[in-house]
């Protein structure tokens, strides 16, 4: 599971789930003039005006103006334990923000899921698989208010290397099979090295293999350590090299760092967005570089280089995935369809003319962390912050074309 901020962002749920409109407003917050506090995201709602209203500065007016609000596609997140309070929390937040109301289902496909409260299971752990689950509805409604969001909720706790990790790729293949997604948000990871069976990853992507064929595109968070990532027994330290979290790291997968954004009270942009110093990207110890990587990332490294894109991640990385999961929401109904693996179509938009296709350049930043040196943001593609990040009319335009045309 991927852990840093999550400590801060459990307080400002529960307390916007008490209905402090002002803490709602920290979970998308970054410090304004003087260290006040500004919103990060907003905009007018798809139904007309209505207040208070957020404000996005990816450019979801225009969509959503026009009708793409993600209507028709839906969106999983693997979450363990999940919460059965979210309903109430969304309830709360969409009259905060004048949202219309969210279309959430909750399956257990892997089985009974347990109350925090249940003997054997973690409380603090499951606590904080609540305010994830929050988290994830939150900013995938956020980006794409009309999408159906489902939550499959597993019973085991997924902390480091295989722990959790069987459910969570039996829930994917209950999603697979019965076709119940376009998109796949897991906010969740683990180092490559914490898995001790050299087996395991192998056995556990079969999992999008059968989710890629299903045409089911695959997010997941790039991780919270910079370059590095938490210990598999002592998940307070770090490792003291390189090393990037599964499934991020897999080719099959989309893999969202995090940007930090600069706005004013009005949620203006003040400056371009700048890498999250924590937002986790490297290279792969087990997955070469695919073909569609080979042609951008030429630093003499052989590794799948994560991350892909970027998103907000002042809440980390857990919250920069389910965002661009909203994002392929609107690209999936722009498509008319599912997108499947976006991957190769990325990447030969980002070739052709970044720019030109809502691909938002980031170049400053860096990401070391722990005492382990990490990568620097730079003009055009690089291991830091991938592509960059988007904007939404004409990245979602684009991508639905290129999906088109595979």
């Keep these: 599971m991927l852990r840093n901020t999550r400590a801060v962002t459990r307080v400002v749920l529960r307390r916007a789930a008490a209905g402090c409109c002002s803490a709602v407003l920290l979970l998308w917050a970054v410090a304004g003039p003087g260290g006040a506090v500004a919103p990060a995201f907003a905009s007018t709602p798809p139904d007309g005006p209505k207040e208070p209203s957020l404000a996005i500065p990816y450019g979801a007016q225009e969509l959503w103006r026009n009708g793409i609000t993600g ?91 295989e722990t959790g990790m069987p ?21 969740f990871g683990s180092p490559e090295e914490n898995f001790r069976d050299p087996h395991s990853i192998p056995a556990y992507r079969k999992a999008f293999e059968r989710a890629r064929r299903a045409g089911i595109t695959l997010v997941a968070s790039s991780g919270d350590h910079g370059p590095t990532g938490p210990l598999r ?90 965002l661009f999961a909203g994002v392929l929401a609107l690209a999936v109904q722009r498509h008319n369809g599912p997108l499947g693996d976006i991957n190769p179509a990325l990447y030969r938009l980002g070739r052709r003319g970044a720019a030109a296709n809502g691909i938002v350049d980031v170049t400053e930043g860096d990401n070391s962390f722990g005492g382990v040196r990490g990568f620097a943001a730079g003009p055009g593609y690089d291991t830091a912050s991938g592509w960059g990040t988007v904007a939404l009319d004409r990245f979602t335009r684009a991508l639905a074309h290129e999906a088109d045309m595979a």
């Excluded at 059965?84 to 309830?91: D, K």
């Excluded at 939150?138 to 597993?154: C, E, F, N, V």
């Excluded at 390189?242 to 600069?262: E, I, K, M, N, Y």
Aim: proline share 8%; charged share 25%.
């Design 71 to 161: 209507r028709g596609a839906t969106v999983a997140v693997l979450v363990s334990y999940g919460d059965p309070r979210v309903g109430e929390f969304m309830a709360d937040y969409d009259r905060q923000y004048g949202l219309p109301p969210a279309d959430i289902r909750r399956i257990e496909p892997a089985g009974k899921v347990p109350t925090c409260t249940d003997p054997g299971v973690n409380t603090g752990n499951c606590r904080t698989w609540e305010s994830e689950t929050r988290i994830d509805v939150a900013m995938i409604h956020t980006m794409a208010p009309r999408a159906r969001i489902l939550i499959a909720a597993t019973p085991v706790d997924e902390t480091q290397g």
């Design 167 to 187: 459910e969570m790729m039996r829930a994917l293949d209950h999603i697979t099979r019965h076709r119940l997604a376009d998109v796949v948000s897991m906010s």
């Design 233 to 322: 027994d002592r998940q307070d330290r770090v490792h003291s090299h390189r090393v990037v979290a599964w499934p991020a790291s897999d080719p099959l997968v989309t893999a969202v760092g995090g940007v930090q954004l600069h706005v004013d009270a009005s949620g203006r942009r003040t400056s371009p967005d700048t890498l999250w110093p924590r937002s986790g990207a490297g290279r792969s110890a087990l997955f070469p570089r695919p073909a569609w990587q080979s042609r951008v990332v030429d630093d003499g490294a052989d590794g799948r280089s994560v991350p892909d894109v970027t998103m907000q991640g002042a809440s980390g990385t857990s919250q920069a995935a389910p």
